[in-house]
């Protein structure tokens, strides 16, 4: 079974900077995919970025770069030049199987709340 | 393009009365869609998974059903609320199998009081 790990319950950050949050994976497949949503105060999950298990190169979404480390099963996602609407939940998320018929399925991490200051 | 919509956006109901969410979906066919439960500062569950019409694959036992009656409407439903049903519930649709990104709802933050 597939399990996401995010260690990190609260992270803090100066406006500008960049900020690194941590997200490491289980999984006993061959192909992947991992993911980060955020979901702000309003409680709609947006999604980021994705990496798939066979990319050779770090996904990259304007600010957003994940930084996949696939011997360290680690997926973790830098945010550069903070800003103040930065400050939200962050969820990493993987594809995992269903329970019943083998479908796909989306498998979270608990995830981390981001605070961008001023 | 794309959008997925959700009503009601908030509702405090009674502990024994029934529940009706609705979800639809705009601007594709045959969406998978998926209904996920966020406990307050928590995770997202997975409930319910529809791959078409009237198909529907439960992913834990719980107090709770699911229905499709049409191709882009979904429906998370209970006959009798329970406390421990609290919580925020949030639809998502993907485009089909070899599933990449999942696309979410604006969610219902449900109260059982």
């Known amino acids: 079974a597939q399990k996401i790990t995010q260690t990190q319950p609260g992270m803090f950050v100066q406006e500008k900077e960049a900020v690194t949050l941590d997200c490491t994976y289980d999984t006993s497949d061959q192909s992947y995919g991992l993911f980060w949503y955020k979901q702000p105060s309003s409680g709609e999950m947006i999604f980021l970025i994705y990496?798939?298990?066979?990319?050779?190169q770090n996904a990259t979404e304007g600010r957003y770069s994940l930084n996949f480390q696939k011997a360290r099963k680690s997926a973790n996602l830098v945010i550069s030049a903070s800003q103040l609407g930065d400050s939200a939940m962050y969820f990493c998320a993987m594809r995992g199987h269903m329970t019943q018929g083998g479908s796909e399925k989306l498998v979270f991490g608990k995830g981390t709340k981001l605070t961008v200051n001023p | 393009s794309q959008t997925i919509h959700q009503w009601p956006a908030t509702l405090v109901q009674p502990v024994g009365s029934p529940l009706s969410l609705e979800c639809t979906v705009e601007?594709?066919?045959?969406?998978?869609l998926y209904w996920y439960r966020q406990a307050a500062g928590r995770g997202l569950q997975l409930l319910f998974y529809s791959v078409g019409i009237g198909q529907i694959s439960s992913e834990v036992p719980q107090n709770l059903s699911a229905s499709r009656p049409q191709d882009r409407q979904f429906i998370l439903s209970s006959k009798k609320l329970l406390l421990s049903d609290s919580g925020f519930y949030l639809c998502?649709?993907?485009?089909?199998?070899?599933?990449?990104?999942?696309?979410f709802g604006p969610g219902t933050r449900l109260t059982v009081t």
């Open positions: 601007g594709t066919s045959n969406p998978n």
């Open positions: 990496q798939g298990s066979y990319d050779e």
């Open positions: 998502a649709w993907t485009a089909g199998p070899g599933l990449l990104e999942q696309y």
